[in-house]
């Protein structure tokens, strides 16, 4: 004598179990998503296999004064695009844009992920401890995060760029220095999420079955949390990429030779008005970047929920 | 009217005469809101309407949105069923009433604030002129929904919409509110349309009734014949899966006014009222549960106001017995279940199962103890994981316990969802799929995992509506007999556990008042505060309810 069910039909599939199986779903279900997942893989691959790629093209990171006209601008329409120059060449120098931009992707991606990935383990660790022990340790937390996001990070970043030792390894420092100034948007986050479910029964109906701190974490708040810290993270992502950039378009992030976005458009910006497609390549990449991490989180997220439907 | 291409509403009409109250019942998801809401022109833009709604012979549905603002609150008003929502909590209530007032009628400030105190003042309200500057939170829910009555009866209104006035308060409130709006009945000559689904609302106020099923109206007639001959069979499952106390209740408090209680074996009760201790538990054999001495504390640290939610409660539970814990908002009830969870911690006093300390064993002992506990909350989807398939949820105490590895977990899981009247291939359904009834019964089933020896029950029935309420309360009482599992069963409403509980304690403000045999209790009620509450609650007969009304009358003096 059980109720009659609201569904008619066969099963409906639940949500996706493993964040995998979301990723896989969301790109099935939307051309949008899929076309932003292609956008994603291409810019890592062409960071990835920047070598092979440059190397294709015939080109390298060198000087090429032949590529430019007689007034120091590239020879030829668009700045210098053409088969040999996919991207077009640099002005005054002459050095290839595509391998500029293809190189100048490791290091974005590189510090942007490695960033993430940091702010986001301590992000959700602080903020979940906090949350769910609560008491002082949880006074002690939101403290610091208000400090931490109330600090002017970027002035600190860059004088920490003017500081530090010429031979530290760059890309390490920028994807600390970014990490930690990144956990407090997570913690918060996650920390606010925790404080809503510990309210509800089911939290304490484990609690009442015996379930220890680390078994209602790992069970019952963990599977609620990868929604928000997916999210999260997916707009990390291209706002850390975009800290970099902006770091390095300030001179405190990567140093030169080293060729990164944030750096190719800080010269850019000097050619605008003769030259504009030297700024349009690596805009257009850091842009599309961006878009693409957001569209991919947010269809990630609503497969990831048992309760969406869907887009569309 | 639909929504969405979904037919919310089908062909309804009523009417509703002057000073005539017509109640409109059914479950939700009936309909019966969606109608009232029509009338106002409150429904989501989504929503289509066709037909006609005739207030003294215009039709509201034609109606351009200038004149429908001007009805609104003037020649309709609207109760609603969560007075605190109801309320803007920035503007003290003489300011909200006063603006009420203000919107229809062309009145100076200082004479709708006369007016205002005079609505106060109408609806019940002690000291009114003081009652005006007071802000919703420094109100108690009983005196909010009056305010939020006097504003719907500000314009002197022909028809009063009241969407399930009650469904939010305590029954002792809801009785005194019941009586408030058949005083203003027959003083205003209102119409009353009042919406809800509580038969016993219905049985004390209404003189039609309107009963709607999915979206139609499946019969309508005056009180006397839809309660005393209902001619459709959705009227009779209705009516039958009501529950209710039984007349005994009634003869009780009538003999409790005559002074002719005959006092029995343990049944105690407190002298006084309200109560300053509690009653001391009665004495047991070989308990499940004790609960000696608790007494919970809320706050107090520094200047903060210290709340005794529980003061020094006894009580216990044998093997295989129900022990009823019944008592409005803010008795405690929920505090000493809490407390034998372990979910609250004690200030003073122990809680004991199976011979053990709650507070005090550690480690091994500790999950030893959990094993003989089963818990079941009050809302059946809050205390699911959203996340996790029912049959994991249920699965979750025998994992964690390693009681059973392998496949026989899926064997119990599937056994267990039976027992519950479930279907074992509802396991990969997410909680959101599954209807209230079948959640609470999910709940249920993971509280029996481990075949506990106490089941602790907080309300398991008062989030579900009436025909489910009853079928899960009889799976309930089935489950018991078979499993013979001791049980607290903490309810507001007397009614439930007059249909379960061996025994029954009483509780109010944080005391036990009173504590006997469930037969004892309601056919002897000792206590003036079980007396009241048993003449409160209203039952589904309209006559027999015109007698418990007197009763409560005479009890209020």
Known sequence: MSDPLPLGGEVTPGAARSLPAALW?????????????????????????????????????????????????????????????????????????????????????????????????????????????????????????????????????????????????????????????????????????????????????????????????????????????????????????????????????????????????????????????YLIFPGLMLFLITLAFNVVGDSIRDELDPKSKGRG | MSFNSVHAVRSVSYSV????????????????????????GLLPTTAKVSGRALLDGRDLYDMPPADLRKVRGGAVGMVFQEPMSALNPVFSVGDQLVEAIKAHQDLSTADARERAIELLDLVGLPEPARRFRSYPHELSGGQLQRI??????????????????????????????????????????????????DMGVVADLA?????????????????????TAPREKYTQELLGSVITLGARATEGVERALASELVVRENHLAVSEHPATSSVPDVPAVEPVLTVEDLTVVYGGRLRAISVRAADRVSLHVEPGEVLGLVGESGSGKSTVAGAVTGLVKATS????????????????????????????????????????????????????HKALNGSSVDKRVAELLESVQLSASLRNRYPHELSGGQRQRVCIARALALNPDLLIADEPTSALDVSVQAKVLDLFRSLQEEYGFACLFISH????IEQLAGRVAVMHRGHVVEQGPTNGVLAEPLHPYTQRLLAAAPVADPEEQARRREVWRQLKV
Request: proline fraction near 5%.
């Open chain 1, 25 to 277: 779903r969301a790109i099935r279900r939307d051309a949008w998503t899929l076309t932003c997942a292609i956008i994603v893989v291409a810019i890592v691959l062409l960071a990835v296999g920047a070598d092979l790629w440059v190397a294709i093209e015939g080109q390298d990171l060198n000087e090429n004064i032949e590529a430019l006209g007689p007034d120091g601008l590239p020879a030829g329409p668009l700045g210098g695009v053409s088969a040999d120059h996919w991207f077009g060449v640099q002005p005054l120098r002459g050095i290839d844009l595509f391998a500029l931009v293809a190189y100048g992707a490791r290091v974005s991606l590189l510090v942007g992920l490695g960033a993430t990935v940091l702010a986001t383990v301590l992000g959700v660790l602080i903020g979940a401890s906090a949350g769910y022990i609560g008491g002082w340790w949880d006074r002690v937390v939101s403290w610091a995060s208000d400090v931490m996001l109330g600090f002017p990070s970027l002035v600190f970043m860059i004088a920490l760029g003017a500081v530090a030792p010429i031979e530290f390894p760059r890309q390490l420092l920028l994807i600390v220095v970014l990490g930690i100034f990144g956990w407090p948007r997570v913690a918060r986050i996650v920390r606010a999420q925790v404080l809503s479910l510990s309210k509800r029964n089911f939290v304490s109906a484990s609690r009442v079955m015996g379930g220890g701190t680390w078994h209602v974490f790992t069970r019952q708040l963990l599977p609620n949390l990868w929604a928000p810290i997916i999210i999260v993270s997916s707009l990390t992502i291209p706002s850390m990429i975009g800290n970099e950039a902006a770091l390095s378009f300030l001179g405190a992030g990567v140093l030169p030779p080293t060729p990164s976005w944030g750096r190719t458009i800080s010269d850019a910006i000097d050619y605008f008005e003769t030259d504009p497609m």
């Open chain 2, 17 to 40: 005469a002057a000073g005539e109250v017509v109640a409109v019942v059914g479950e939700s998801g009936s309909g019966k809101t969606v109608t009232a809401m029509s009338l106002l």
């Open chain 2, 148 to 197: 939020v009555i006097a504003m719907a009866v500000a314009n002197e209104p022909k028809l009063l919409i009241a969407d399930e006035p009650t469904t939010a308060l305590d029954v002792t409130v809801q009785a005194e509110i019941l009586e408030l709006l058949r005083d203003l009945r027959s003083r205003l000559r209102t119409a009353i349309l009042l919406i809800t689904h």
């Open chain 2, 207 to 227: 003189d039609r009734v309107v009963v709607m099923y999915d979206g139609q109206v499946v019969e309508q007639g005056t009180v006397t014949e839809i309660f």
């Open chain 2, 349 to 400: 006093g122990c809680v004991k199962v199976a011979g053990a300390d709650i507070a005090r064993v550690r480690g091994r002992a500790a999950k030893a103890l959990r094993r003989k506990i089963g818990v079941v909350f009050q809302d059946p989807l809050s205390s699911l994981n959203p996340r996790t398939p029912v049959g994991d949820s249920v699965a979750e105490p025998i994992r964690l």
């Open chain 2, 493 to 496: 409403d007397l009614a439930v």
